[in-house]
């Protein structure tokens, strides 16, 4: 399956932040934004992909080379002009040929399920089958309304509050057929949501749209760049980052001989969790040295903050085993019922 990447902006928004980086090459979590983008057309199926490239081209294709080093085929086009997101798609025609295509944008963070969006294309034989995500704050993007089979009925571009029906928007990512593909004028700039989409519409061809799980950022600004990579070091956004990035997973639990038993439990803000736990429990005279220890006689105690992920690890010390892993668990219900706001102590 082929791949086309949408990789010539040169992210002006950005620049504060970034300076003279293409945004295909802004980094996320040890990586470039594309690096993750071809790493996920990899993972689906799309092996032969072209990157469509204008602002600092030279510096992507330095990196990339011919994507052999991601387990691709890597290809370029190089604009000197701006055709339009369509119309720099037209210009790979020679490497698209007679198929379908899919297409994605270098500079966003997805981690959708691209072939998923694949065959639905192909399953309804749509014109183009675009890939539309839920945004409670829309006004940054073109909206796509829908009737109940997914198919697109209209197109609002960027609306102000007063025209937002929908909270769909356009992801700029495609699935085209030919037939979209030959729509797009040879001879001018073209762009997808303002000029091919609502043409093929006009012309009666189906274009579906449909609402993909997962999740997409367009890292288009200094503060959405932000989100993202707080999302992504959280772990919203489901990536294959570079290993000095990568969070320490939290164990289920686990029986251990020195310590007693153990379960790791993850939580929203550790540091906040505790200071509720350190609180309710003041009367029974914790020792707070090393996290928060009770000495019940029969048992020990002990809830502490893991360091490298926002989790609480519990311990329990006993000579009765069931015992310790019955007030384990109890301890671990109690703290997730805090942590989803459902009990207090």
């Excluded at 490239?53 to 002009?81: N, W």
Aim: contains cysteine; hydrophobic residues 40%; glycine residues 8%.
């Amino acid at each position: 399956m082929k791949a086309i990447i949408l990789a010539g902006g040169d992210g002006t928004r950005l620049k504060a932040v970034t300076g003279p980086l293409p945004k295909p090459m802004v980094p996320l979590l040890g990586r470039p934004l594309m690096e993750y983008t071809l790493l996920l057309l990899r993972k689906y199926g799309f092996t032969e992909i072209c990157a469509a490239l204008r602002y600092r081209a030279q510096d992507i294709m330095d990196h990339f080379g011919d994507g052999s080093a991601f387990g691709v085929t890597l290809c370029c086009r190089v604009e000197t002009d701006s055709w339009g997101t369509a119309g720099a798609v037209r210009r790979c025609r020679d490497f698209i040929g007679d198929e379908d295509v899919l297409v994605i944008s270098g500079d966003a963070a997805c981690d959708f399920d691209l072939r998923l969006l694949w065959r639905r294309h192909r399953e309804r034989r749509a014109a183009a089958t675009l890939a539309l995500a839920r945004e409670a704050e829309p006004l940054r993007y073109g909206l796509a309304v829908t009737e109940g089979s997914g198919r697109i009925r209209a197109f609002i571009e960027k609306p102000d509050w007063s025209r937002v029906v929908t909270d769909l928007v356009n992801t700029g990512i495609y699935v085209l057929s030919p037939r979209a593909l030959d729509a797009i004028p040879p001879d001018r700039p073209c762009d997808f949501a303002k000029d091919l989409f609502p043409a093929l519409l006009r012309r009666g061809e189906p274009l579906l749209g449909l609402p993909m799980e997962g999740y997409w950022c367009d890292v288009g600004t200094p503060l959405s760049y932000y989100r993202c990579c707080v999302d992504a070091l959280e772990g919203r956004l489901e990536l294959p980052c570079a290993p000095e990035f990568r969070p320490a997973p939290a164990a289920e639990g686990t029986a251990v001989s020195e310590e007693g038993f153990t379960l790791d439990c993850p939580c929203r803000s550790r540091a906040e969790l505790m200071g509720t736990l350190s609180e309710g429990l003041l009367e029974l005279q914790p020792d707070y040295s090393d996290g928060l220890r009770l000495d019940g006689g029969s048992y020990r105690l002990h809830i502490a903050p893991l360091p490298d992920t926002s989790a609480l690890r519990i311990c329990v010390q006993s000579a009765d085993t069931e015992f310790a892993r019955s007030l384990a668990f109890s301890a671990k219900e109690l703290i997730e019922a805090l942590d989803s706001g459902k009990s207090t102590l």
